[in-house]
């Protein structure tokens, strides 16, 4: 049976740069051509097992997630998935519902079945990730971040809170108000950062009661706009920081015939219609972006081709962009 260094005698090249091309990470086009006629002449299969016990770990990872029925985590995940398979690595998908206990639950799990890596969605600002740092194991924290140093692929929340409030603004709104997530989600408090700084730079109000926090699902974006619409001065606008509350706010809107408020703004593409208004402004994420650049870390801090940890701002502003997938070795 032949081995790596057998391939990489043939081919006239590193037993290191035969890896790479087995497992698609990048190298000159003219050695991964010389490398897979090696390859192929000499019938060659990468030894897993033997991958494994080298590693330290398995050829599984897990990918944890506050909400997996929203579909900002759907695409978010298909993007993990789509990087991990090519990879040779497979996914456990665990969802938190946003509750700490569950996910602390699922970090045992990772811990105790020797996973080779986690991509995670905090449900809070502390996961308990110690276990898996000081096992070596790689850890990508995705959307929400946090203060532990691992990877991290988050977007420019507070970007896209400015960028919500400025399309009311230009559409001649002064009173936007603006429901977010809870207090204690980056994501959260982030976006009514952006929200409060380009209300303030048009001149206008961005005071406290104008600003409410729920949780990030259809129920607290329904009950924040209820509370909103019932106040004794209703803001003329409202900006919703992710796409399940957007649906909660339009729900109150269809409810009360949309007369009260007429200027809506969404974070993220809503999942389904809600209402008859058509003029709603909607700032795109491309979750689906986030989760191959999450996984592409993962792989890439599993082949210990990473030093320090890194934090990539994703920007969601920017077209669609080929992002190079590096396997596992």
Request: with cysteine.
């Amino acid at each position: 049976m032949a081995r790596i260094k057998d391939v990489a005698f043939l081919a006239g090249v590193s037993t290191a740069t035969v890896s790479r091309v087995v497992n698609g990470v990048a190298v000159r086009p003219e050695l991964v051509e010389v490398v897979r006629r090696a390859v192929k002449e000499l019938n060659y299969t990468p030894d897993r097992t033997a991958r494994s016990l080298r590693r330290g770990a398995g050829d599984v990872v897990a990918l944890i997630l506050p909400d997996i029925e929203n579909p900002f985590f759907t695409s978010l995940a298909r993007g993990v998935e789509d990087v991990a398979q090519s990879a040779r690595l497979s996914v456990v998908l665990c969802n938190t519902d946003d509750l700490v206990a569950k996910e602390e639950r699922y970090l045992k799990i990772a811990e105790r079945e020797n996973m080779a890596g986690v991509v995670i969605a905090p449900a809070g600002p502390t996961p308990a990730l110690g276990p898996l740092i000081e096992r070596g194991r790689a850890i990508v924290v995705v959307d929400r971040a946090v203060q532990a140093r691992v990877d991290h692929v988050v977007l420019d929340n507070v970007a896209l809170g400015g960028r919500g409030a400025r399309m009311l603004i230009d559409r001649g709104f002064r009173r936007i108000a603006c429901v977010t997530g809870p207090l204690s989600t980056s994501t959260a408090r982030e976006r009514a950062e952006g929200w409060r700084a380009e209300l303030r730079h048009a001149g206008l109000s961005a005071d406290d009661e104008l600003l409410v926090y729920a949780d990030f699902r259809v129920d607290g974006g329904h009950e924040a706009m209820a509370h909103l619409a019932a106040t004794t001065r209703p803001p003329d606008a409202v900006l919703a920081t992710n796409n399940l509350v957007g649906v909660g706010v339009l729900q109150v809107l269809a409810e009360r015939g949309g007369e009260q408020l007429v200027g809506v703004a969404v974070i993220g593409e809503l999942p389904f219609v809600t209402s008859r208004l058509a003029d709603i402004s909607v700032v795109p994420l491309r979750p689906r972006d986030m989760g191959v650049s999450a996984a592409t870390m993962l792989v890439e801090r599993i082949n210990g081709l990473l030093d320090q940890p890194r934090h990539v701002v994703q920007d969601s502003a920017v077209a669609d962009a080929a992002i190079g997938v590096v396997a596992q070795l």
